[in-house]
């Protein structure tokens, strides 16, 4: 296989570590494999969508989630590094409303895969870092939500010693006793 598996607090949360294969003149590694992804997963899925974001050092994105067409998200850096969270917020879940979080970097390679469900969101810890992710749906604006990033119920143990620059949709996220959730 192109990588491993490697469990998270979260059972349905996976890290990915790629089988990175380097010599003088650089690196080569298999970012993705459908075939791998779903013996590794146990999931049968199709990625509609690929994003790319770039941001400062600083700049906490999140925590986003679509309350209709949900969707599972696989991450990764490219560029710098980030600590990516995923928060459970599907109440029928023995572990809803608890998160996990991984750092992620352009050179530890690894990828989070973030299932339907959960809210996502990530704060950038160099000083610029691109963030790539697939997804199982489309974006629909119109149902998508933002977790408070610092829910004192959640208790994010975000690894910063600063404020996060924060977009205003999520400065004015709500708190997990007010979201929208999942049955």
Not at 80 to 88: I, M
């Amino acid at each position: 296989m192109p990588y491993t598996s490697i469990p998270t607090a979260i059972p349905d949360v996976l890290v990915f570590e790629p089988k990175v294969f380097g010599d003088a003149r650089g690196f080569f590694f298999e970012s993705f494999n459908a075939r791998d992804f779903g013996q590794l997963t146990g999931l049968d899925l199709q990625f509609v969508q690929d994003n790319h974001s770039k941001s400062g050092r600083g700049v906490l994105r999140g925590l986003h989630y679509q309350i209709q067409h949900p969707q599972g998200k696989l991450v990764r850096v490219v560029q710098g590094e980030v600590f990516d969270v995923a928060v459970d917020l599907r109440r029928s879940s023995p572990t809803f409303g608890r998160w996990v979080g991984q750092t992620l970097s352009a050179d530890n390679h690894k990828q989070m895969w973030i299932p339907p469900g959960f809210a996502h969101g990530f704060v950038v810890l160099s000083e610029t870092a691109e963030f790539l992710y697939k997804t199982t749906d489309y974006w629909f604006p119109e149902h998508e939500r933002s977790l408070l990033w610092n829910d004192p119920e959640l208790g994010i143990d975000w690894p910063i010693d600063f404020t996060p620059q924060l977009a205003a949709k999520d400065a004015a996220a709500k708190r997990l006793s007010a979201a929208d959730l999942f049955d």
